[in-house]
């Protein structure tokens, strides 16, 4: 599929002999990929419904009123009662659930009492739940998935500014450099927890609340693009002083063709290896801001807001505060092994303290 | 509104840059309103009256209160220090104007301050405060006070008729930036008339059949203090605290600017020894500390660096305090479960009549009918909490006996949302009309500790195809936006006074709801635009309610009044902007060992143990009982119920 050039293929070939951040991508993966089809695996939806003889897949569907299935009413069938009346009435009709069947917004009360209860794997709450009896597991799964999706573009939308303007400022330098170094240095000193605090207070109440996410991952891309910058234009001006370069202009190629195909490939290793620490800043920033109240709004499952549930019941529920910082640490471990892996494996000096 | 948290955000961090607000104070030019006010008094020559002690009404009947027992406890010890949290640093020590009605008012005014007279806790009759003793005179519509001669500033001015005078003349000057104190004052009384420094009479257009507290409630102003209000009151007394009757006073080292407030006990309070007095404020220092965090209050207080402890959410009550906490199973820290009997706040959704939608009748029967308080207070509340009928309720019989709130139906709530043209499920299953509009609504709070009620009625909604979008303020940006007038639909409650017949003028008039809302031809007002700063929070504007309220506040017989009330409720009611959520008949309270309170802990009528202040700091116990927590000495558990004022439903 790709054709690596040998250098490449070298790196590769070390990254993989590092076996910590090896697995830790391996791991990270399934992660991710599982994250993505969380709805088959953490959902209130049930699976499979058989009913009359007809087969529902609901998990992806539009909602399927409760009278779909011979029930009184209109609304979201409730998946798990009708499992248990199918079961009840032994009728041909079968549903299958998703290992977790919860979602992340339901009060799911054992005696009528809302309040967090332990984890207890016979009513499938693998996790307990928090102090609206709403399933851990469920809120943790959403809510990492929106954040790892978050960083992700977090850091696609810096890398994508920070290096068209950092190759800019360093190909073209002169007055353009100077002009654009000042600029930065004005903008990187406005306070960027402030700004996100209030430009997020001015969103109107109505907005959806992926908007409200676009907009809150706009305002942190506005303010982050700017540290990038730097180490692309030095990078840049470096390698625009070798002979390859200069070979390249004189053959009569174009800036564009010059930028990237020529430098950017080379500038490249510096910046893969920032890449996971960004991650890691980009997931710590928005459970920050989470955490502080200003990040998703209610009730967005996410990690902050369960921390912050979990340190307001320490005493009466440690597992809340247990469940979210243990997944924050995971993440952030792994992204960071990923991370030191592929600055190691990258390094063209094969002697490092690092091993 | 979001933009006033920009404003408010951008304000504190210009505050952070500014160096001492004294200087600016003392740059300002100097004022002297005295002749001014003489002027006012001079063109209100009818308003502002002068007579002579012979002029009195012979058959006078004097009433002094002095029968009615004491309040607080001849146990109480003096002295201590007390440590409280308070939510939010006030904005400005002043007591009106913008800004000024937030959660630290009471401890400068509304719960210290006194008034010529205040009503007992328990029989709800007068006992004096500034007042010596009072008659009420139905011919002349007055009430005549005689004031108590002892009393005095907290800077040692005695307290004289000529305060009372003032006090008029600033309540109704644009100064204050205050149009519900102008209005008030403006036409609720009609003159005042002095007969000596310690003779007054107030008169009041209407009789009520609470005549008598609309005057002995008032409370003076120090005239020597305000001789300054000009065009920049607001900015002049931003952070001056005014001389006071109370019991506390302000100094200015005290107040450490976003972090904390002492308040100290005056040793000159002029009312120390004076009956009904004696035993209250007992402590010396009052120390409020800034906590945002209601997590944070409660470690706090189980660290012991706060002294009380609200337990009414069953959170706290079951959960986080319960009777096998160490500290409380060790009685370091004593349980209090009290019933009482009062005007309840109207907890509830404030629904915004102005916004599009939600000016349709049947879009808010079904808001009633799809919101699950019930669900609320049996699994939240767990089942201590009852559901709130009406927005007046508490009010003995002027509160409607009959009016029960909506319950939660989905059937009739989707059909009433069908009237109103949601008539089809979106992919979502929220209701939609045929061309694509949602039936969405923005469910704004400024409660943050409840914010868990509004998710949960937010799922609940969702069955009946509902859709609310929940948005949790921060106190202060919430009712902010509730005064602007910005909301869809707002979780809030008002804290009700103790009075005897609720207020309606103040909700449900249309002078509140819009700067002009209907033209003099009696129709609506097409330009009409909501009034901001008033407590009018549905924007209603009925013309048969407006006048109702005009004739209820003019209606002197206690039985016209309870039948307008019942008719008002009703109409409320009908109208649906309202839905009534919960209240609690009582309140709870944790408290550690050091913190006495009278043995019968409180009162009928009180709203919470901390109001009248009859609670004191017993150092010997307090050392005792750190003593006894290093160790491991233990005390007899305490849990109190008092549910002799328990109402069962």
Same mark, same amino acid.
């Given at each position: 599929?790709?054709?690596?050039n040998?250098?490449?293929?070298?790196?590769?070939?070390?990254?993989?002999?590092?076996?910590?951040?090896?697995?830790s991508?391996?791991?990270?993966?399934?992660?991710?990929?599982?994250? #993505?089809?969380?709805?088959l695996?953490?959902?209130?939806?049930a699976?499979?419904?058989?009913?009359?003889?007809?087969?529902?897949?609901?998990?992806?569907?539009?909602?399927?009123?409760?009278?779909?299935?011979g029930?009184?009413?209109?609304?979201?069938?409730?998946?798990r009662?009708?499992? #248990?009346?199918f079961?009840?009435?032994?009728?041909?009709?079968?549903?299958?659930?998703?290992?977790?069947?919860?979602?992340?917004?339901?009060?799911?009360?054992?005696?009528?009492?809302?309040?967090?209860?332990?984890?207890?794997? #016979?009513?499938q709450?693998?996790?307990g739940?928090?102090?609206?009896?709403?399933?851990?597991?469920?809120r943790?799964?959403?809510?990492?998935?929106?954040a790892?999706?978050?960083?992700?573009?977090?850091?696609?939308?810096?890398?994508?500014?920070g290096?068209?303007?950092?190759c800019?400022?360093?190909?073209?330098?002169?007055?353009?450099d100077?002009?654009?170094?000042?600029?930065?240095?004005?903008?990187?000193?406005i306070?960027?927890?402030?700004?996100?605090?209030?430009?997020?207070?001015?969103?109107?109440?109505?907005?959806?609340?992926p #908007?409200?996410?676009?907009?809150?991952?706009?305002?942190?891309?506005?303010?982050?693009?700017?540290?990038?910058?730097?180490?692309?234009?030095?990078?840049t001006?470096?390698?625009?002083?070798?002979?390859?370069?200069?070979?390249?202009?004189i053959?009569?190629a174009?800036?564009?063709?010059?930028?990237?195909?020529?430098?950017?490939?080379?500038?490249?290793?510096t910046l893969v290896t920032f890449?996971?620490?960004?991650?890691?800043?980009?997931i710590?920033?928005?459970t920050?801001?989470?955490?502080?109240g200003?990040?998703?709004?209610?009730?967005?499952?996410s990690?902050?807001?369960l921390?912050?549930?979990?340190?307001?019941?320490?005493r009466?529920?440690?597992?809340?505060v247990?469940?979210?910082?243990g997944?924050?640490?995971?993440?952030?471990?792994?992204?960071t092994?990923?991370?030191?892996?592929?600055?190691e494996?990258?390094d063209?000096?094969?002697?490092?303290?690092y091993? | 509104?979001?933009?006033?948290?920009?404003?408010?955000?951008?304000?504190?961090?210009i505050?952070?840059?500014?160096?001492?607000?004294q200087?600016?104070?003392?740059a300002l030019?100097?004022?002297?309103?005295?002749?001014?006010?003489l002027?006012?008094?001079?063109?209100?020559?009818?308003?502002?009256?002068?007579?002579?002690?012979?002029?009195?009404?012979?058959?006078?009947?004097?009433?002094?209160?002095?029968h009615?027992?004491e309040?607080?406890?001849?146990?109480?010890?003096k002295?201590?220090t007390?440590y409280?949290?308070?939510?939010d640093?006030?904005?400005?020590l002043r007591?009106v104007?913008?800004?000024?009605?937030g959660s630290? !008012?009471?401890?400068?005014?509304?719960?210290?301050?006194?008034?010529?007279?205040?009503r007992h806790?328990?029989t709800?009759?007068?006992?004096?405060g500034?007042?010596?003793?009072?008659?009420?005179?139905?011919?002349?519509?007055?009430?005549f006070?005689?004031?108590?001669?002892?009393?005095?500033?907290?800077?040692?001015?005695?307290i004289?008729?000529?305060?009372?005078?003032?006090t008029?003349?600033?309540?109704?000057?644009?100064y204050?930036?205050?149009?519900?104190?102008?209005n008030?004052?403006?036409?609720?009384y009609?003159?005042?008339?002095?007969?000596?420094d310690?003779?007054?009479?107030?008169?009041?257009?209407e009789?009520?059949?609470?005549?008598?507290?609309?005057?002995?409630?008032l409370r003076?102003?120090?005239q020597?203090?305000?001789?300054?209000?000009?065009?920049d009151?607001?900015?002049?007394?931003?952070?001056?605290f005014?001389?006071?009757?109370?019991?506390?006073?302000l100094?200015?080292?005290?107040?450490?600017? =976003?972090?904390?407030v002492?308040?100290?006990?005056?040793?000159?309070?002029?009312?120390?020894?004076?009956?009904?007095?004696?035993? /209250?404020?007992?402590?010396?220092?009052?120390?409020?500390m800034?906590?945002r965090?209601?997590?944070?209050v409660?470690?706090?207080?189980?660290?012991?660096?706060?002294?009380?402890?609200?337990?009414?959410?069953?959170?706290?009550?079951?959960?986080?305090?319960?009777?096998?906490?160490?500290?409380?199973?060790?009685g370091y820290?004593?349980?209090?479960?009290?019933?009482?009997?009062r005007?309840?706040?109207?907890?509830?959704?404030?629904?915004?009549?102005?916004?599009?939608?939600?000016?349709?009748?049947?879009?808010?029967?079904?808001?009633q009918?799809a919101?699950?308080?019930?669900?609320?207070?049996?699994?939240?509340?767990?089942g201590?909490?009852?559901?709130?009928?009406?927005?007046?309720?508490?009010? =003995?019989?002027?509160?409607?006996?009959?009016?029960?709130?909506?319950a939660?139906?989905?059937? !009739?709530?989707?059909?009433?949302?069908e009237?109103?043209?949601?008539?089809?499920r979106?992919?979502?299953?929220?209701?939609q009309?045929?061309d694509?509009?949602?039936?969405?609504?923005?469910?704004?709070?400024?409660?943050?500790?409840?914010k868990?009620?509004?998710?949960?009625?937010?799922?609940?909604?969702?069955?009946a195809?509902?859709?609310? /979008?929940?948005?949790?303020?921060?106190?202060?940006?919430?009712?902010?936006?509730v005064?602007?007038?910005?909301?869809?639909?707002?979780?809030?409650?008002?804290?009700?006074?103790?009075?005897l017949?609720?207020?309606?003028?103040?909700t449900?008039?249309?002078?509140?709801?819009?700067?002009k809302?209907?033209?003099?031809?009696?129709?609506?007002?097409?330009?009409?635009?909501?009034?901001?700063?008033t407590?009018?929070?549905?924007?209603?504007?009925?013309?048969q309610?407006?006048?109702?309220?005009?004739?209820?506040?003019?209606?002197?017989?206690?039985?016209?009044?309870v039948t307008?009330?019942?008719q008002?409720?009703?109409?409320h009611?009908?109208?649906?902007?309202?839905?009534?959520?919960?209240?609690?008949?009582?309140?709870r309270?944790?408290?550690?060992r050091?913190? !006495?309170?009278?043995?019968?802990f409180?009162?009928?009528?009180?709203?919470?143990s901390?109001?009248?202040?009859?609670?004191?700091?017993?150092?010997?116990?307090?050392?005792?009982?750190l003593?006894?927590?290093?160790?491991?000495?233990?005390?007899?558990?305490?849990?109190?119920i008092?549910?002799?004022?328990?109402?069962?439903?």
């Amino acid at each position: 599929m790709f054709n690596f050039n040998p250098q490449t293929q070298k790196k590769l070939a070390r990254f993989r002999k590092i076996k910590l951040g090896y697995y830790s991508f391996i791991v990270l993966s399934v992660m991710l990929a599982l994250l #993505a089809i969380a709805e088959l695996l953490v959902n209130s939806r049930a699976l499979v419904v058989q009913y009359e003889g007809t087969l529902y897949f609901p998990t992806y569907t539009d909602f399927h009123p409760g009278t779909d299935f011979g029930l009184d009413y209109a609304y979201e069938t409730n998946y798990r009662d009708l499992a #248990a009346q199918f079961d009840k009435t032994a009728s041909s009709n079968w549903v299958i659930m998703p290992l977790v069947p919860y979602n992340a917004y339901e009060n799911d009360a054992t005696d009528s009492i809302m309040r967090p209860e332990a984890p207890n794997a #016979a009513r499938q709450h693998y996790l307990g739940t928090d102090t609206t009896s709403r399933d851990i597991l469920a809120r943790l799964v959403y809510g990492t998935r929106t954040a790892l999706l978050f960083a992700f573009a977090f850091m696609v939308s810096v890398y994508l500014i920070g290096i068209m303007i950092g190759c800019a400022m360093g190909y073209f330098g002169g007055l353009f450099d100077l002009g654009f170094q000042r600029i930065i240095e004005i903008w990187s000193n406005i306070p960027f927890l402030y700004m996100v605090i209030i430009v997020f207070s001015v969103i109107p109440a109505e907005a959806s609340i992926p #908007a409200r996410i676009t907009l809150l991952l706009l305002v942190m891309v506005l303010f982050s693009w700017t540290s990038m910058t730097y180490y692309m234009r030095t990078e840049t001006y470096k390698e625009k002083s070798r002979d390859y370069v200069a070979a390249a202009r004189i053959i009569g190629a174009s800036t564009q063709r010059i930028i990237f195909t020529h430098i950017l490939p080379n500038v490249l290793s510096t910046l893969v290896t920032f890449m996971p620490f960004t991650i890691v800043s980009a997931i710590a920033a928005i459970t920050a801001l989470d955490f502080l109240g200003f990040g998703l709004p209610v009730p967005t499952p996410s990690l902050g807001e369960l921390l912050k549930q979990g340190t307001a019941n320490l005493r009466t529920a440690p597992w809340i505060v247990t469940a979210a910082f243990g997944t924050l640490v995971l993440i952030l471990s792994l992204v960071t092994f990923i991370g030191e892996a592929i600055r190691e494996s990258f390094d063209p000096k094969q002697f490092t303290l690092y091993r | 509104m979001t933009i006033n948290r920009f404003a408010l955000t951008l304000i504190t961090v210009i505050l952070m840059g500014c160096g001492s607000d004294q200087d600016a104070t003392e740059a300002l030019p100097s004022i002297d309103n005295t002749a001014e006010v003489l002027a006012f008094y001079e063109t209100h020559a009818d308003f502002f009256r002068s007579g002579s002690i012979d002029d009195l009404p012979q058959d006078l009947v004097w009433e002094d209160g002095a029968h009615l027992p004491e309040v607080g406890s001849p146990d109480a010890k003096k002295g201590g220090t007390e440590y409280v949290r308070l939510a939010d640093f006030p904005r400005t020590l002043r007591t009106v104007g913008p800004d000024s009605n937030g959660s630290f !008012r009471p401890w400068i005014l509304d719960s210290t301050s006194m008034a010529l007279a205040h009503r007992h806790p328990d029989t709800l009759d007068y006992f004096p405060g500034l007042a010596l003793r009072w008659a009420v005179d139905a011919d002349s519509k007055s009430v005549f006070v005689e004031l108590d001669p002892k009393a005095t500033w907290s800077d040692g001015v005695p307290i004289t008729a000529d305060d009372y005078r003032f006090t008029f003349w600033f309540f109704r000057t644009r100064y204050i930036t205050a149009p519900w104190y102008n209005n008030w004052y403006e036409s609720q009384y009609t003159g005042i008339t002095k007969y000596s420094d310690h003779l007054i009479s107030i008169s009041i257009p209407e009789l009520k059949p609470d005549t008598d507290s609309k005057v002995l409630e008032l409370r003076p102003l120090p005239q020597h203090f305000y001789k300054e209000v000009g065009e920049d009151f607001l900015e002049r007394y931003q952070w001056r605290f005014a001389p006071t009757t109370a019991a506390y006073i302000l100094k200015d080292e005290d107040l450490k600017k =976003g972090r904390s407030v002492r308040l100290t006990r005056d040793p000159n309070w002029w009312a120390a020894d004076k009956k009904h007095w004696r035993y /209250r404020f007992n402590i010396d220092n009052i120390h409020l500390m800034v906590i945002r965090d209601t997590a944070k209050v409660f470690e706090a207080f189980k660290r012991g660096d706060i002294d009380q402890f609200g337990l009414n959410l069953a959170e706290f009550w079951y959960e986080k305090l319960p009777a096998t906490d160490p500290d409380v199973a060790a009685g370091y820290i004593e349980r209090k479960w009290f019933f009482n009997e009062r005007p309840r706040p109207p907890y509830g959704l404030w629904i915004n009549t102005h916004q599009p939608l939600l000016d349709d009748q049947n879009i808010r029967l079904g808001i009633q009918h799809a919101t699950n308080w019930q669900l609320v207070i049996d699994q939240f509340f767990r089942g201590d909490y009852s559901r709130l009928n009406t927005a007046n309720d508490g009010y =003995g019989p002027y509160s409607h006996p009959d009016i029960k709130a909506r319950a939660f139906d989905i059937e !009739r709530a989707v059909a009433y949302f069908e009237t109103a043209g949601f008539n089809q499920r979106g992919p979502d299953g929220i209701l939609q009309r045929a061309d694509g509009t949602r039936l969405a609504f923005t469910l704004s709070s400024g409660y943050e500790a409840l914010k868990d009620v509004l998710t949960i009625l937010k799922e609940e909604a969702a069955k009946a195809g509902l859709e609310f /979008r929940v948005e949790v303020l921060d106190a202060t940006a919430g009712w902010k936006k509730v005064q602007e007038k910005q909301h869809d639909i707002h979780f809030s409650a008002f804290g009700y006074s103790l009075e005897l017949y609720p207020r309606f003028w103040e909700t449900f008039h249309s002078d509140n709801a819009y700067d002009k809302a209907f033209l003099d031809t009696g129709e609506i007002n097409p330009d009409r635009k909501p009034k901001p700063q008033t407590n009018n929070l549905e924007t209603l504007a009925i013309q048969q309610m407006d006048d109702w309220i005009i004739q209820y506040r003019t209606e002197s017989s206690a039985a016209a009044m309870v039948t307008l009330a019942h008719q008002m409720s009703e109409l409320h009611h009908d109208y649906a902007s309202f839905v009534p959520g919960f209240y609690s008949g009582f309140f709870r309270l944790g408290h550690w060992r050091w913190i !006495r309170y009278p043995e019968h802990f409180s009162y009928k009528h009180a709203s919470g143990s901390q109001e009248y202040f009859v609670h004191w700091v017993d150092e010997a116990i307090k050392t005792e009982t750190l003593a006894a927590k290093d160790s491991g000495v233990t005390f007899p558990v305490q849990l109190r119920i008092f549910d002799q004022h328990r109402k069962t439903p």
